[in-house]
């Protein structure tokens, strides 16, 4: 693949981001991370981040030279709109709509839209996001054809040839985690089950085999699941 214009990943400091993360630096020559406060209960993944991103690419000294700087956006502004489990203390839950109530609304098609902006702004091509259709909670914003309309609308409004990269898209978790091994071995799949953050509720005080989280919500379930498939395969 092209390292042209170099690639820009929404970092969260998630497992999933931190396997996109690694996936870039593993492909394209230059690799610059952006991440959004958007108000969220589970603030602390915003904490991990610059840790996480060190200690990944200390473990790859190949990967220290290809990564560039990190940028924060405040997206308060998502949070006072939004009225979700994921910005408020409400209880998680399916809401009327379908859907978990930890859906924010625009999510997604707003990070991007940001990271685009950006993207257009630092001359890079490539926008690696760590959605995901398999282990689908739900979020219409997290599909794949709403990535390849979203990549459309914004080459259309930019006038540009951006390419939206979404390498967990038809994996699942105890994928994600394998695919993490792949890239970087056991050195890399530690640094990600100790070092990133999903939990819902921001837990980082209950280190479990999996990672940092409660244990109870949808996001530890889904960690924790995939964590077992991958380690008993
Ligand atoms: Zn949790």
Redesign the pocket.
Known sequence: MSAEGGALVLFSGGQDSATCLAWALDRFDTVETIGFDYGQRHHVELEVREQLRAEMVKAQPKWERKLGGDQMIDLAVLGQISDTALTSGVEIAMAASGLPNTFVPGRNLLFLTFAAAVAYRRGMKHIVTGVCETDYSGYPDCRDDTIKALQVALNLGMEQRFALHTPLMWIDKAATWRLADTLGGQALVEIIRTGSH????G?RTNLHEWGY?????????LRSAGWETFISA
């Not at 999903?198 to 509720?201: A, G, I, P, Q």
């Not at 989280?213 to 379930?221: I, L, T, V």
Request: aromatic share 8%.
């Open positions: 999903t939990c819902y509720v837990d989280g409660c244990g109870e919500c949808p996001a530890c379930e």
